[in-house]
């Protein structure tokens, strides 16, 4: 091929400068995506950890919970039956409306 002067540079080796130059900067791009890619997968994967430690540490309190309403309604049953009433009387009323 016949290269032509446009002054110090060929318009062949410009040509050849502007792929490598396009060439690097593909490189960094995609590198750059690789790392984002990678960070973005690290939190999802922190998240999810952290997700499950919530989720376990509200079936803990639930648990409790659950067993302390046991525990109290064992301990006090006809309390226990007066709210009960109480509480469904006051939402038979506030529904009834």
């Known amino acids: 091929m016949q290269s032509t002067t446009t002054g110090p540079t ?20 995609h590198e750059a995506v690789n790392r984002m890619a990678e960070k973005t997968a690290s939190t999802v994967r922190d998240l999810g950890a952290k997700g499950e430690e ?9 648990d409790y919970w659950v067993g302390s309403a046991r525990e109290c309604v064992r301990t006090h049953p006809i309390a226990s039956v007066a709210i009960a009433v109480g509480v469904g009387m006051l939402l038979s009323r506030l529904t009834s409306h």
């Open 54 to 62: 919530m989720r376990q540490h509200w079936m803990e309190t639930q």
């Open 10 to 29: 060929t318009l062949t080796g410009a040509s050849e400068q502007g792929a490598a130059r396009i060439e690097r900067l593909s490189g960094d791009a």
